[in-house]
């Protein structure tokens, strides 16, 4: 069983596209509704996934672990991490699901940067990104080309071995750092990132830092 | 004669502050680290009111000129610890207030 984990907040205007789109993909969508203020709910669950709710807005991390628990509960064999604002194209799925397979790694990380089908604004590319490298080898984590993908497939041993603590965006490098710890065999897939919005600027990363630097404190 | 008044007021304020302390230890509400940390603080900062070259003595003693700033930099320090401390407290509140929020979205 293939199922995609979708984290949403406040995109009713996407999930119902990103849902029909992924179902022609994966076996069932769940999405994980952070406290969304608008109808995402509603869309998501006309668009046929299936939906958990968060009663309080925790971050995008959070949202993932906990399709990861639910994940874990029915057994599956792979698990999908998808952005629910549409910045993935699931023609990316396939070919990326063949590649885990065929490499028998256990995680797949898409990449922006071993293809050039992405428009990555300059200064994420060239400064926000670099800066978020080094970051990760500070933490001591896989060495990645893109540090901050979304797009990712685990199989069912890397589904669970990683379990995410960074309730926000922080868990990125978090991931990264228990596939190093857990040596779990991962592998690069170039993916297509259309940006709908800037993402993470240079406040989120300092959150970012922080988040990890207070997470080493606890267990 | 102002300044004894000020004395007083401020010994029986710390006195005050120690009384708290001590109650909230027996009611639990603070551990036995926290308690010994601020009933040290409150009867350093006694001390330092009522003799206040000790910090002079003090500060002779690590290399720092004025007692006064050796006063202002252990309580930057203290200061940091003190946010440092309080930000683990509120990281660790958060993973609980996750785990109630998730078991509670996967209840259905």
């Known amino acids: 069983m293939f199922i995609a984990i979708v984290p949403a907040y406040n995109e009713e205007k996407r999930i119902a596209q990103v849902v029909s789109d992924l179902l022609k993909s994966v076996d069932s969508v769940i999405v994980v509704d952070d406290k969304s203020r608008d109808n995402t709910i509603g869309e998501a669950t006309q668009s046929g996934a299936m939906v958990l709710q968060h009663k309080i807005n925790l971050g995008q991390g959070a949202a993932l672990e906990t399709g990861h628990e639910y994940a874990r509960s029915i057994g599956v064999d792979y698990v999908l991490h998808f952005d629910g604002d549409g910045q993935f194209c699931v023609e990316d799925i396939a070919p990326a699901l063949e590649k885990l397979k065929e490499s028998k790694a256990d995680i797949l990380f898409g990449s922006r940067f071993l293809d050039n089908r992405s428009k990555v604004p300059f200064l994420k590319k060239y400064f926000l990104l670099p800066i978020g490298r080094f970051i990760n080898k500070l933490f001591g984590v896989v060495s990645l080309k893109d540090s901050q993908n979304g797009f990712r497939i685990l199989n069912r041993n890397a589904l669970e071995k990683i379990k995410i603590t960074q309730n926000g965006m922080a868990h990125a490098t978090e991931i990264m750092g228990l596939t190093r710890k857990h040596n779990l065999n991962y592998v690069e897939f170039p993916v297509k990132v259309i940006y709908h919005e800037y993402g993470q600027g240079i406040g989120g990363g300092l959150k970012i830092v922080k988040d990890l630097f207070l997470g080493k404190f606890l267990k | ?108």
């Open chain 2, 1 to 108: 004669m102002l300044l004894l008044i000020f004395k007083i007021i401020f010994a029986l304020l710390a006195l005050s502050a120690i009384f708290t302390v001590w109650n909230k230890k027996q009611k639990t509400l603070l551990g036995p680290k926290a308690t010994f940390f601020w009933i040290v603080l409150w009867l350093v900062i006694t001390l330092v009111v009522f003799w206040p070259n000790s910090t002079q003595i003090l500060a002779e003693y690590v290399g720092i000129g004025r007692g006064v700033d050796l006063v202002i930099y252990i309580s930057i320090a203290c200061l940091f610890y003190l946010v440092f401390k309080m930000n683990i407290k509120i990281e660790g509140l958060k993973r609980d207030l996750t785990d109630v929020v998730r078991k509670e979205s996967l209840k259905k």
